[in-house]
Nanobody, 124 residues
Framework: QLQLVESGGGLAQPGGSLRLSCVGSGYTLDYYSVGWFRQAPGEGREAVSC????????KYVDSVKGRFTISRDNAKNTVYLQMNNLQPIDTAVYYC?????????????????WGQGTQVAVSS
C-alpha cells in the first residue's frame, strides 16, 4: 500500500523560506496527482496546492500564489512544496495526500493516503 511521509517543516521567520518534501513508499507515485493541505490550530484542513502525475499541471489556492511552488521528482518518488515569503498566517501542520486527477489535471476536492504531517511555524 502507498504510504506518504512529509518532512522539512520547522520554525521560520516572516519572509523566510522552507521546503517541504513528501516521499512515497510502497508504490510508485508517478501514477498519482499529489496535493498539499494544511491545518492551522483550531481550524479545519485547507487545500494549498496540487500537481498532476507528470508535473505538467499545477494548482494553487489564492493565498499562496506567487509564494509557494509545488514540484515533483518521480525518479525520487517525491513531491516538494517550496514556500517563500512565509507569513505567520502560514503556520500550520502541512500534509500531503493523493488527490483526484480529472482529465489528467489535479483537483483539491479530496485526498487519500494521508501522511502524518509536518509542522510549520512562522514567527519572529
Amino acid at each position: 500500500q502507498l504510504q506518504l511521509v512529509e518532512s522539512g517543516g520547522g520554525l521560520a521567520q516572516p519572509g523566510g523560506s522552507l521546503r517541504l518534501s513528501c516521499v512515497g513508499s510502497g508504490y510508485t507515485l508517478d501514477y498519482y496527482s499529489v496535493g498539499w493541505f494544511r491545518q492551522a490550530p483550531g481550524e479545519g484542513r485547507e487545500a494549498v496546492s496540487c500537481i498532476n502525475n507528470d508535473g505538467s499541471f499545477t494548482k494553487y489556492v489564492d493565498s499562496v500564489k506567487g509564494r509557494f511552488t509545488i514540484s515533483r521528482d518521480n525518479a525520487k518518488n517525491t513531491v516538494y512544496l517550496q514556500m517563500n515569503n512565509l507569513q505567520p498566517i502560514d503556520t500550520a501542520v502541512y500534509y500531503c495526500a493523493v488527490v483526484p486527477s480529472p482529465q489528467k489535471m489535479c483537483d483539491l476536492s479530496a485526498g487519500d493516503f494521508w501522511g502524518q504531517g509536518t509542522q510549520v511555524a512562522v514567527s519572529s
